[in-house]
T-cell receptor, first 113, second 113 residues
Framework: AQSVAQPEDQVNVAEGNPLTVKCTYS??????LFWYVQYPNRGLQFLLK??????LVKGSYGFEAEFNKSQTSFHLKKPSALVSDSALYFC???????????FGAGTRLTVKP | DAGVIQSPRHEVTEMGQEVTLRCKPI?????LFWYRQTMMRGLELLIY????????DSGMPEDRFSAKMPNASFSTLKIQPSEPRDSAVYFC???????????FGPGTRLTVT
């Protein structure tokens, strides 16, 4: 069965600094990997995904993520954080052989002015 | 497109009452997912449907929970009888055939007193 770990409950960065939100995964087959963002009192919004191909994927709002097969990681990054990026971020994995998706526990990102 | 639509957005009920949550997936999407989000347990998959057929309901916590999808544009999640520990935010998500990511509705915040 697939699983996801987000080792940090909370990440704090200053506006303008680069940010990284970490994610590691475990699957038996080829991984499909996703990042979602949740703003207060809202549903999850899709940011980006890795299915195959280039290990660096770009998504919405200037976010990108790098797939690292040897480290089984899919860290979310942004070169310059904005205060408006403050939200809850979820990493998710889906085994290519089945349909359901497993989410991590979430990481709360706070960007301070 | 209006996105995934859920109703009601908020529901407050007393223990023992029946609760019905509703979801309209994105038009043309053939997979539908119900999730529950709590502080303690994070985001949990309850059940998912493909082409209106329940595929995996292993996440449904008890027999008090049931879900139906009578047609491609409507699904319900019912709790009968409700208990205080059912208090959570319930999300519906849908995915199109051939697509990898899910799209979430705004959620229903359920409070059982």
């Amino acid at each position: 069965a697939q699983s996801v770990a987000q080792p940090e409950d909370q990440v704090n960065v200053a506006e303008g600094n680069p940010l990284t939100v970490k994610c590691t995964y475990s699957v038996s087959g080829n991984p499909y990997l996703f990042w979602y963002v949740q703003y207060p009192n809202r549903g999850l919004q899709f940011l980006l995904k890795y299915i195959t191909g280039d290990n660096l994927v770009k998504g919405s709002y200037g976010f990108e993520a790098e797939f690292n097969k040897s480290q089984t990681s899919f860290h979310l990054k942004k070169p310059s954080a904005l205060v408006s990026d403050s939200a809850l971020y979820f990493c998710a994995v889906r085994d290519g052989n089945n349909n359901d998706m497993r989410f991590g526990a979430g990481t709360r990102l706070t960007v301070k002015p | 497109d209006a996105g995934v639509i859920q109703s009601p957005r908020h529901e407050v009920t007393e223990m023992g009452q029946e609760v019905t949550l509703r979801c309209k997936p994105i038009s043309g999407h053939n997979s539908l997912f119900w999730y529950r989000q709590t502080m303690m347990r994070g985001l949990e998959l309850l059940i998912y449907f493909n082409n209106n057929v329940p595929i995996d309901d292993s996440g449904m916590p008890e027999d008090r929970f049931s879900a139906k999808m009578p047609n491609a544009s409507f699904s319900t999640l019912k709790i009968q009888p409700s208990e205080p520990r059912d208090s959570a935010v319930y999300f519906c998500a849908s995915r199109g055939d051939g697509s990898y990511e899910q799209y979430f509705g705004p959620g229903t915040r359920l409070t059982v007193t």
